[in-house]
């Protein structure tokens, strides 16, 4: 039996502006999580990371096997809680490495519902598994999701702050029911969002992004968003939103992308804030599973 998995996990940037809990982008940005089986159970067997450990325990409880000592040692260049999927790269790494080592009890639908249910949604987890443009939902206890491919020339341009924001609190902030008209707003755009990926237009898709759910209370939290996402649009970006619960701020363009990059920076340089900048491409097939 093998006793070391390397699992490739993609960043993944969700909600993609109205598409709340619901859409989501793997990015050829990684985290590698290297998983290490123990030939007995034992307290220094524990990994460092409580997340880690949390989704082990689901793992070895949804795969219905004995639990293993393992350590686990997470390394690359997803940044912590900057909204681009670090937690998905955490669970899925575990739960992937402990599945591959033992034989592969769950699918990857399987382990798809196990970090969904850890993260509370699916937006993250079902690009992060199986790559692309994710849409996603929990019907029936199970997720449903279907994938689309990014043009490998769309290129998504992250601004990311060089301060955090907790997941929790950005969930926080947000009402919690919302009015009517901006609910049909959301859902008309996510539903053209659908078509018009399906069908390769993301100069059609990009006009879709505005949201009224989420980020109008989370810019409270990130008041560069609105301005940033100004600037982007005019170097040419499609369009663009607020990556998860934020910090980081997203925006799709073909042309000109490090001007867009550089626009979206002397934003945050003007409120006395700094950001890096990256220009990604879509990442198509998910997690990578070595060893």
């Known amino acids: ?42 307290a220094k067997d524990a990994p460092s990371s409580p997340m880690a450990a949390a989704a082990a325990r689901a793992f070895f409880r949804k795969a219905a096997v004995h639990e293993r000592g393992f350590s686990a040692r ?9 909204g681009l999927g670090s937690s998905v790269t955490v669970r899925l790494g575990v739960a992937a490495g402990l599945n591959h080592l033992l034989g592969s009890p769950l699918g990857r639908a399987e382990l798809l519902d196990l970090v969904s249910d850890l993260e509370g949604h699916p937006d993250n ?34 601004a990311i702050p060089d301060f955090e924001m907790e997941t929790r609190r950005a969930r926080k902030i947000l009402p919690a029911s919302a009015p009517l008209a901006d609910c049909v707003h959301n859902l008309s755009r996510v539903a053209l969002m659908i078509a018009l ?27 560069q968003l609105y301005p940033a996402l100004d600037a982007a649009r005019a170097e040419g970006a499609y369009g663009g939103w607020l990556s998860g619960s934020g910090s980081t701020i997203m925006a799709i363009t073909r042309d000109r992308p490090r001007e867009v990059g550089r626009a979206m920076a002397r934003v945050f340089a003007k409120s006395r804030a700094r950001c890096r900048v990256l220009i990604l491409a879509a990442d198509p097939k998910g997690m990578r599973i070595e060893g």
């Open 1 to 42: 039996m093998k006793s070391v998995a390397r699992v490739h996990v993609p960043a993944t940037s969700g909600n993609m502006g109205p598409g709340f809990d619901t859409l989501g982008v793997a990015l050829r940005l990684y985290n590698c999580v290297e998983v290490r089986l123990h030939d007995q159970r034992c």
């Open 74 to 82: 997470i390394r690359g260049d997803v940044p912590a809680s900057r």
């Open 125 to 158: 987890a079902a690009p992060a598994v199986f790559g692309g443009i994710a849409a996603a939902g929990v019907v029936d206890g199970r997720v449903m999701h279907r994938t689309f491919k990014a043009p490998p020339s769309l290129r998504f341009v992250a």
């Open 197 to 223: 990926a399906s069908q390769g237009d993301f100069r059609g898709f990009g006009r879709l992004l505005e949201d009224r759910l989420h980020q109008p209370y989370r810019a409270k939290l990130v008041p």
